[in-house]
């Protein structure tokens, strides 16, 4: 079939070598998805971490050794929900550390947001190992959360805690990251490189699709 002076074949439109061969432009979503990955994370600001682990023991009867560690990472667990708790917060602000309180709304629906953020608790699953860590944009700050956090776990496990006697211990001191962790840099650049490329190749094959139909429309009107 011709038109215009071409000749239009139906069949030589080949998505993968098309795509292939528009790889400049696939290149070219990608590195806008890295530059606007970079201004995205740098217009959030940069926040320090502190972190800290902790060991949770449990005794209170003959158990063997798996039922005792399966019982600790349990307890663990219902710690590390707690920490995120309104009532705990309250504690961590009156345990008598250096804690600026102005970066927590007085809203507590507000606070409990921000707090959720400032405060990370995960448990390394198989063991009591409880490992607590606070984002802060002074790490001096951050430490000093992840201080207290620790300090009312320790204190108060008891209350948390039931079925035995459960101890907390802090295995390791709070340390500090020396570059910002928050947000993530890396990653976002890697995420935004790789939606780039996604997008441009679907933006390709939208093209692609439309010279199809294009050629359809000619063919059935000649």
Known sequence: MMYNGTKINMKSINY??????????????????????????????????????????QSGGPVDAYTASRSEERIAENLS???????????????????????????????????????TARVSRGTGLLTVIAHHQDVAQAEQIVRAVTFVLIDRV??????????????????NSRWPTKPNIFANVFSGFFLGLFIGGAYILVQLERIRRRHQIIHEEF
């Open 16 to 57: 993968t070598k098309d795509i292939f061969e528009g790889w400049q432009t696939i290149l070219m979503f990608g590195l806008l998805g890295v530059v606007l990955a970079l201004i995205i994370s740098f217009v959030q600001p940069l926040k320090y971490s502190s972190t800290a682990r902790m060991l949770i023991l």
């Open 81 to 119: 929900t707690i920490v995120y708790t309104s009532t705990f917060f309250d504690q961590v602000m009156k345990a008598g550390f250096n804690i600026d309180k102005g970066i927590f709304p007085a809203d507590p629906n507000k606070r409990r947001r921000v707090w959720a953020k400032t405060v």
């Open 158 to 175: 008891g209350e948390y805690t039931s079925g035995g006697y459960v101890q907390a211990r802090l295995v390791d001191d709070p340390l």
